[in-house]
């Protein structure tokens, strides 16, 4: 059996409410070592993570000819966006640049605060249906 979830953007919004809090893990220790000498900032790579969310997401809205939904189980489409989350970016230089990592922060804050919101809104959703209610 399909699972339900998979029809919907949830799996998407996990993965970036997932992406952005591990974003602002690496974000935060560039912050704690500001004052680091010789230390390279890190960052996690905002546009391969988009690059492999938006092609997991077509993946599941397009599947390849004889493709059989009793497969999707099998299957899981967010690996991809997961890889890229595991792939560190160092930047040259000694230097980081504080207002940066600020403005990064609140940036992330922003992706993560959007797709948990848009994720309790599905979740209602299915309650109100579930529910029979509105």
């Known amino acids: 059996m399909l699972n339900i979830f998979n029809q919907t953007t949830l799996p998407a919004l996990e ?11 690496v974000l ?12 390279q900032a890190r960052d996690l790579s905002t546009e391969e ?6 092609e997991a997401i077509e993946a599941t809205r397009n ?5 059989n939904l009793g497969d ?3 299957v899981d489409p967010m690996d ?5 989350m595991e792939n560190l970016l160092y930047h040259d230089g000694s230097e980081i640049n504080l207002e940066r990592q600020v403005t990064e922060i609140a940036k992330n ?5 959007t797709a948990i919101a848009l994720m309790k809104s599905q979740f209602e959703t299915l309650r109100v249906a579930i529910s029979e209610r509105v």
């Open 28 to 39: 935060a220790g560039n912050m704690a070592n500001i004052d680091t000498p010789g230390y």
């Open 109 to 113: 804050q922003n992706l993560h605060n």
């Open 72 to 74: 999707a189980a099998d």
């Open 80 to 84: 991809g966006p997961r890889r890229a």
């Open 49 to 54: 993570f988009e690059t492999a969310l938006a």
């Open 15 to 25: 993965q970036s409410a997932i992406f952005a809090q591990r974003r602002h893990n």
């Open 63 to 67: 599947p390849s000819p004889g493709y």
